[in-house]
């Protein structure tokens, strides 16, 4: 496996980058369980049933600490994966946690940006973030790039946090992502990364916004689920035909 190259501490990380994510590692899964009460490996186990197969190629953009590269193999036991995130605390969970389930043979993790994949057009069978779009800088750039990675035919799953807007229990899941989960991330983790949680996921566009920001990107949306009640959505999508350009 690759080795990790450690970066040094900022003071001031910005909101969602890798260095925010660092100061939270340690106890990023933990938090994960309370705050989405246990949903999030339902949550994501729908995501990769969703878009891979036996023997797929799978890769996890902001795969944290491998949650989700970790359900691939649970699903395919013969399907590779290669997740990259910008940070390296988060990694290093990721890399313990994959060779306490000996799956380092098949699950490959690297630092890296969605914005800037260093991998050859068409080189996988799938893609998927979960939870991550939301931190991306440059959002259509790493749609892009999902677009021009992933095999034409190939699926692309991406599984994000949502204002529920409608519905019988839309107060209520409004109520616990603006009050409760701030509040009680922030005691468990004695961070302020979790304030980010709830803001971000308020300015996130709404699915249909969303997901037309998706198609210019060059990804052809092919369902969109809410999940929870609307406190997430799950977009399936796959790369859009591409156009030859005349000679």
């Known amino acids: 496996m690759q080795q990790l190259t450690a970066i040094p501490p900022v003071d001031r990380p910005r909101p969602g980058s890798g260095a925010m994510f660092d100061s939270i590692a340690g106890r990023y899964d933990l938090l994960n369980r309370i705050l989405s009460l246990g949903l999030d490996r339902r949550w994501r186990a729908r995501a990769v049933a969703a878009v891979t197969g036996p023997g797929s190629r799978v890769l996890d953009l902001a795969t944290g600490t491998a949650d989700l ?5 649970r699903q395919h036991a013969d399907a590779t994966v290669v997740g990259i995130d910008p940070s390296p605390r988060m990694l290093a969970e990721g890399e313990r946690k994959v060779s306490a389930a000996g799956l380092a ?10 914005e800037e994949l260093p991998f050859d057009d068409d080189s996988f069978d799938a893609a998927a973030i979960a939870w991550g779009i939301r931190n991306v800088a440059d959002r259509p750039a790493a749609l892009a790039e999902m677009a021009r990675v992933v095999r034409p035919g190939g699926k692309i799953a991406i599984l994000e946090g949502s204002e529920p807007r409608s519905g019988l229990l839309a107060p209520f899941a409004r109520f616990y992502l603006h009050h409760v989960v701030p509040r009680l991330g922030a005691w468990l983790s004695k961070e302020r990364a979790y304030r980010y949680l709830q803001t971000s996921i308020e300015a996130f566009p709404p699915p249909p916004e969303f997901a037309e920001i998706m198609e210019r990107a060059g990804l052809e949306v092919t369902e969109i689920r809410d999940v ?7 977009f399936l999508a796959r790369p859009a035909e591409k156009q030859e350009v005349p000679r």
């Open 69 to 73: 590269a970790i359900e691939v193999l």
């Open 105 to 114: 043979s098949r699950i490959e993790l690297r630092p890296g940006r969605a």
């Open 228 to 234: 929870s009640f609307g406190v997430g959505c799950l």
